[in-house]
Each structure stands twice: as C-alpha cells, then as structure tokens.
C-alpha cells in the first residue's frame, strides 16, 4: 500500500529546504535586530479561542479543522498564531512580569481548510510579530518597516506597501452603521455568504470575491468617511513616520484584512511580479486594539503581521532569487575497503570536533566512484584510506582547488586540513561577508 500525501500539504527536502532554512534564518535575524524574542505556542487549542462569537470571517466560519479529542473537548488546529500567543500572554500574565511593550516574534504551522491552488495550502508557515501593550504609531510603522526590511534584505524588488485605517472602536462602530444602512436595499441580491456578514460584520462584504464587482460593493461609501478626529490623526502619523524610514506606501480605502479584530491602521506586503496571480500577498497585519480584552485580558493595545513562507518562497522563485544556501562539505573521507570504514569514521569524527562537516563513503567503492562522490557534495578536501596508509598509520590528504596532495600521520590531520581550510575561507572572506 502507497499513501500519498494529503491534497494541499507539501513535503520540504533538498535545495527548496535549504531555501526554507534560509530565510528563516533571515527572518529570525532581522526580528532578533529590532529586539523580538521568540515564543512558541501549542499547534492546537481550545475551539473557543478561535472561535469568538462576533467574529464573521471566513478563517473562523468555514476554514478551521476541528475536531472533539478523547476528553470530548472540541479543540481546533490553529489557523493563525495571534490568538494563541494573546492567549498565553494573557494566561502567564506576560504584560505584569515583562518590560512593555511585550515583543515576540513566530514561526510554525496554521491549518485552514481552504480550497488548494497555488500559494494556498491547507498547511501553511507564518513568521509573524506581535507587538503588545503600547499604542503608538512609531511602534506600527516600525513593524511595517521590520517586514520591509526582510522582504528587501531577501533581493525582492516586486512588491509595494498597501495601507489603510479601519478606525477605533467608535469608527468602527459609525462605519458599521452606515453599511448596514447602505447595504439593505441590495442585500438579497449579494451572495449567502455576504448576507451572513452582512448581520455579522457588514465591513466583510467590501472583502468578498464572489460579489467584488457588484455595483453596489464598488459603490460602497469608504470607511474614510467615518474616521474619527483621533484615528484620523493617528493614521496620519503613522504615515509621517513611514515616510521618515524611508517606506513607500500606497492608500488603499478598499483594504480590510482577512480577520475581524484588526482597529486602526492595517497594511499588507503584495507581490507585484505577474507570476503570482491571484495569492500574491506576502504580509498582513495591523492593530488589534480589542482583541485582547476580548480574550479576557486587560485592556492591552497591540499591533502585528504575519508573513506567508510558502507564498515568499514563491516569489523568491518567481523574481529569479538565488539564495546563497551553499554548504559544501569540508572533507570526504574514502576508505578503500570495508575494513577501513571504522579507521573513517574515527577521523571523521575528530574533524566534526573541529568543526568541520564531513561524510564519507559506506559502500566501499573504487577510488574514481568515491572521488565523483567528493565532487557531487563539493568537498574541499578528500582523506584517502588505502591500504599502505592503514599500515602506516597514516592518510593521504588531497585540496581539491589546488590539487595539493600530502600523506600524514593520522595524528596530524587536523593540523594538515587546518591549514588548508584557513586559507581557503581568508581567500573568500570578502565575498562571505555578509553570511556571519
Ligand atoms: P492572514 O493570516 O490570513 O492575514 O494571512 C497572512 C499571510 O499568510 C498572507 O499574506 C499569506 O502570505 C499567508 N497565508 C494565508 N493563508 C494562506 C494559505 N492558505 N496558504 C499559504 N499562505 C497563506
């Protein structure tokens, strides 16, 4: 029997995994620069985190893989991090303990059900940011410029900056009026999902890609209108300070986000590079300024993003991005003979010690196979096993840039291989630069 794997999951290996760990190195090192730690939260949780009441959108609604555990708990896989990570600051009481704001920064698995195609998966990464207790401007524009950043450190060229402000609550609260009243000459004409968000959360229609080219959604008056003098100011300085740093932006009146608790200022990263079609937004984030009093917590303003890893890989891919991911083995070790593979892996060993990435061959082949197998892993250097260096206590050691060759007493390998591996890695120091 042959099981296949799950439609809309993906197996990571070779060169596309070197490439994962890549910009996941990355991402870790640009957050780590603006003083983000890392937390971890359970893959699962309790349904009614994610599940609140009020919420309308199609993450929540439709797309969660639920199911009841042993217990006859109903717990869910989560499809976002943001809830899990308010959860247990909330819980641990993080905001009492931490220096304020709280910063943390993730990377792991969501699951949503969604429908498979290209850049949407039903298992998918995020790295994402949570900024909480502090509300501030500088703080959202600092974020903005975080994901920037990465994208831009990355080599990615085609991609713009779409910003929008949802309001406070009270704006939120106009906005919602005022669609309620717009929308109820015209809702039995919209789809059965928009007459649900259209009790649930009217702001949602505006969102809906069944309805997106429905008169009355494109006429729709923007939430612009209704901003408060507050939000109003708060979004201008936020754009002051995106300006400051340098970002280029766009407004987009049109932008909502995927999820409902978003207040204040939202943004999304969009890949501009035709290849990437109709997925094409690399980062979504903004403010959260409710969510976590909704959760139970204290009133804590927050603000956060969340990167998609496999849609950025796509549009490394799409943009011709080569990532430097190569690691070249140091030594290969060849022992001729199957006798001679315990006298290898000894070596082998002794060099790891030192430091060294080193492998070797467990087949016993002839010299010229082994030899293809040094070049195929790149190996700088090889450590033959022949029959007279085994007698000698001895191994016979060839640079393969060079083609230096020398036979040495076992005892002074490290010696040997140090000398040469010093002088190759000062010879490509300038080039390696920026790697370390
Ligand atoms: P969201 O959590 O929906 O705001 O999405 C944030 C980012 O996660 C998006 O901009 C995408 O890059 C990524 N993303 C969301 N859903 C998926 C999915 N089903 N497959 C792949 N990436 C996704």
């Known amino acids: 029997m042959q099981v296949q794997k799950v439609k809309g999951t993906k197996d990571l290996y070779g060169q596309e995994m070197l490439d994962w760990q890549y910009v996941e190195e990355l991402l870790r090192s640009v957050a780590e620069l603006y003083n983000y730690t890392e937390m971890r939260t359970p893959i699962f949780e309790k349904t009614e985190l994610f599940k609140r009441e009020q919420d309308s959108s199609d993450v929540v609604n439709k797309e969660m893989y639920t199911f009841t555990d042993q217990g006859g708990r109903s717990l869910t896989l989560r499809p976002e991090i943001t809830a899990g990570i308010v959860r247990s600051v909330i819980e641990n009481k993080l905001y009492a303990s931490e220096e304020l704001p709280l910063k943390y920064y993730y990377l792991g698995s969501n699951f949503r059900s969604e429908r498979p195609q290209k850049g949407r998966y039903r298992i998918f990464n995020q790295f994402g940011i949570e900024t909480i207790g502090s509300k501030n401007p500088i703080l959202d524009a600092e974020g903005v410029a975080l994901a920037y950043t990465a994208l831009a450190v990355l080599g990615l060229k085609h991609f713009k900056l779409v910003i929008n402000s949802l309001g406070d609550k009270k704006s939120r609260q106009l906005y919602r009026e005022k669609l309620t009243e717009y929308f109820k000459p015209v809702i039995s004409e919209l789809c059965p999902d928009c007459q649900r968000r259209y009790t649930q959360n009217p702001l949602r229609i505006l969102d809906c890609k069944v309805d997106q080219h429905h008169p009355a959604v494109i006429n729709a008056p923007m939430v612009s209108t209704v901003l408060t003098a507050e939000s109003q100011a708060y979004f201008t300085e936020f754009q002051a300070v995106l300006k400051l740093l340098g970002i280029p932006y766009t407004v987009d009146d049109r932008l909502v986000r995927g999820l409902d608790y978003y207040t204040e200022v939202v943004f999304e990263l969009i890949s501009t590079h035709p290849e990437m079609g109709a997925q094409a937004a690399l980062v979504g984030g903004g403010r959260y300024d409710q969510l976590i009093a909704d959760l139970g917590g204290p009133d804590l303003e927050s603000f ?116 040469w591996l010093a002088h190759d890695h000062a010879g490509c120091a300038v080039d390696h630069q920026h790697e370390h």
């Open 304 to 419: 956060g993003f969340a990167l998609g890893l496999e849609r950025l890989l796509l549009a490394l891919n799409a943009e011709e991005i080569v990532l430097e991911t190569n690691e070249p083995l140091d030594v290969y070790f060849m022992p001729l003979a199957a006798e001679y593979q315990k006298q290898a892996v000894a070596l082998a060993t002794i060099c790891r010690a030192a430091g060294w990435r080193c492998d070797l061959d467990y087949f016993a082949r002839s010299l010229k196979a082994q030899f293809k197998s040094a070049s195929r892993m790149q190996a700088s250097i090889v450590a033959i096993l022949g029959e007279d260096e085994i007698q000698a206590s001895q191994v016979t050691l060839k640079h393969l840039a060079s083609g230096e060759q020398v036979t040495v007493a076992m005892n002074e390998i490290v010696d040997q291989i140090e000398d």
